[in-house]
């Protein structure tokens, strides 16, 4: 969809303003969901798509998606948020996952980093490096 | 034998499974070989992408929200949602000497079947150019073979000359010329044992060419024998316009290599305005905002930042040099379209190509008014200045005389004299194509017609007799050619030597 820059320019600092501490204030979204449908400013409907995209991939980015084989014992679960949260502080949004494909170890997302130490990627990477050779 | 299983013990507890971290994202659009992706927040300008499947991808947009990317390769084979890493690694090509004789394609793969290429150093395909450190101007020759551009616009090593003309007057023909004339240079030298001579080495980079073309280029240097010193760089037209505008920067990296390790090298871009409709689509595709002719802003900057990186680099940083020859296609002789004055402007000179010169049969159709050679003439041996240093004002003035004289019966003596040394001159010029001259028999042929030896044989007869005197200069007087090419300059017993090759010649001609 075509934006104007009008639009792009105000979902950002809509965006903008409702980021507290440089995180996303749940209730001060809602609030400014609640005033852009009331008062109806020009283009909303392009600044609201464009709030909901921001918004979205802010989300994306807070999530951490930790990713086992067999299920964690609790006590391993805090150690792996408590590391995760030392490093990318507060606001994260961490959920773990069982995935039996990865036979063995972890595979943590957090936003765009990767952390791969399962043993599906290592045998996939010593299969390439036999290709290779 | 306890202390060896303890030493193993150890190294197994000491062994961390070490995990690196990446960054990866997601690909929300897909088409036209550009991909937009979501994540990938780590990612760096010009960055390569692994898209999985061995597909590459360049980073050439980061966005507030997403990165545009082109793709390398099969595009089809991703999907919207398919992950893609960051590498950490810019693109990078093969280079060294491995590569003479080779074709490749844009990314230094080969494609002519004669298996790996032995390569041990890679540089990456975008490479800021010497900075003004590092450089020194133009002072050795590079030697067409083509006598009009050797006499009136001579090219030196580290120069940049454009080749500019409409469509098939003969472009690409100066260059394969050029470089099956520096192979024919390089071989005689090998073969004399020549410690202090430096080769040249070619490499020809086909941009968006017809495959059919770039089949006969490699024909023309396998058959002269070119190719043992020749790289030949490949995006042809059926490729994608990724690997096109790719393939030049490709190309310029392979040639970086032989002037950072003090070795001299020339590289043809053929041609340049293919590339620029190449990052045309390119741009247009990544929706960045379109200038004048839908090129893209910085379609300038792509084109200078590609000829910078061809240079002379000074004795203290190994005096390499890289000559570079773009070849530009006009439209119907315009010069002043956008590409063409852009280059123009870049380059250090152009040569002209005239499509009426080119059917009034003189081949090359250099166009004597508008070629210049901004720097070439300090290149130029001395020997050449002796004799051509007068002949392009003679031209331009036979030029100007011959339009004028059209109308006009009864001239006098001089003018009539100058309209005869002219037509001799242009008939002079006139050269088959793939038949280079060497330097030597160009300053003893051009002597010939400056001490007025030509002025009494007929016009249509001149290349006839240039032949047989060459023939006899090469059979009988081998030693003057040689002394010509040693000395490097017309001394008076070389001029004597040659007044009496010409009294004996000339009787015997008929």
Redesign the interface.
């Known amino acids: 969809m075509k934006i104007s820059k009008q639009a792009l320019r105000e979902a950002?600092e809509l965006f903008r303003t409702c980021q507290v501490n440089g995180l996303l204030d749940e209730s001060r979204v809602r609030q400014a969901l609640a005033l852009l449908s009331e008062k109806k400013p020009r283009g909303y409907m392009e600044i609201l798509g464009r709030l909901h995209?921001?918004v979205k991939?802010d989300l994306?980015?807070r999530m951490v998606k930790v990713e086992s084989a067999t299920p964690l014992p609790p006590d391993m679960q805090n150690d792996v948020a408590g590391q995760i949260k030392k490093k990318y502080g507060n606001g994260m949004n961490i959920s773990f996952t069982q995935n039996p494909a990865l036979i063995g170890?972890l595979r943590i997302?957090a936003?765009?980093?990767?952390?791969?130490?399962s043993v599906k990627t290592?045998l996939e990477k010593l299969e390439e490096s036999f290709e290779n050779a | 034998m306890s202390n060896l299983l303890q030493e193993i013990e150890a190294q197994i507890s000491g062994a961390k499974a070490a995990v690196a971290k990446q960054n990866v994202g997601v690909v929300r659009e897909i088409g036209d070989g550009v991909a937009k992706i979501e994540g990938l927040t780590d990612t760096m300008l010009n960055e390569m992408l692994d898209f999985g499947n061995g597909i590459t991808g360049i980073a050439l947009n980061l966005e507030e929200t997403e990165v545009g990317a082109i793709i390398l390769g099969d595009y089809t084979a991703i999907k919207e949602g398919s992950e893609v890493r960051t590498t950490g690694k810019l693109l990078q090509v093969p280079v060294g000497k491995g590569l003479l004789g080779r074709v490749v394609n844009a990314l230094g793969q080969p494609i002519d079947g004669k298996g790996p290429i032995k390569s041990d150093t890679s540089y990456p395909v975008e490479k800021i150019a010497p900075g003004i450190v590092r450089r020194k101007s133009v002072s050795q020759p590079v030697q067409t073979g083509i006598m009009a551009i050797d006499a009136m616009i001579p090219i030196g090593r580290g120069q940049r000359e454009l080749i500019i003309g409409d469509r098939s007057t003969g472009k690409t023909t100066i260059g394969v010329d050029t470089m099956i004339n520096q192979a024919r240079i390089n071989k005689a030298a090998e073969a004399a044992g020549d410690k202090d001579f430096r080769p040249i080495y070619n490499i020809y980079v086909a941009i968006g060419q017809k495959q059919s073309n770039i089949a006969r280029v490699l024909n023309v240097l396998e058959e002269a024998g070119a190719m043992p010193y020749t790289i030949i760089v490949v995006a042809a037209a059926s490729d994608s316009a990724t690997n096109q505008y790719l393939v030049p920067f490709a190309g310029a990296a392979i040639g970086e290599w032989f002037m950072d390790n003090g070795m001299d090298a020339l590289i043809i871009y053929d041609d340049l305005s293919k590339h620029a409709v190449a990052y045309r689509q390119v741009s247009l595709v990544l929706k960045r905002p379109s200038g004048r002719e839908a090129y893209p802003g910085d379609v300038f900057y792509l084109h200078s930042r590609l000829l910078e990186r061809s240079a002379r680099v000074s004795e203290y940083y190994g005096n390499g040099s890289l000559t570079a020859l773009p070849i530009v296609e006009t439209q119907a002789g315009d010069v002043s379209a956008y590409i063409p004055t852009n280059v123009i402007s870049i380059t250090d000179g152009q040569i002209y190509l005239e499509t009426d010169l080119f059917y009034q049969g003189i081949r090359p159709a250099i166009s004597v008014g508008l070629s210049v050679s901004r720097v070439g003439s300090a290149a130029q041996i001395k020997a050449m200045k002796q004799v051509a240093g007068r002949i392009k004002g003679d031209l331009a003035q036979f030029r100007e005389l011959a339009a004028f004289a059209q109308f006009g019966s009864d001239l006098d003596a001089k003018t009539q004299a100058l309209l005869e040394r002219g037509k001799r001159i242009v008939e002079l010029f006139k050269q088959n194509q793939y038949n280079p001259m060497p330097i030597e028999a160009q300053a003893a042929i051009l002597w010939t017609v400056q001490n007025n030896f030509l002025d009494d044989v007929p016009v249509e007869k001149i290349k006839d007799f240039q032949a047989k005197l060459m023939d006899y200069l090469k059979t009988r007087r081998a030693d003057l050619l040689k002394k010509i090419l040693t000395e490097k300059a017309i001394s008076d017993g070389i001029a004597a030597d040659l007044k009496a090759a010409l009294n004996e010649f000339k009787p015997t001609y008929h």
């Open positions: 950002r995209r921001l991939l994306e980015r170890g997302q936003g765009s980093d990767l952390y791969d130490g290592r």
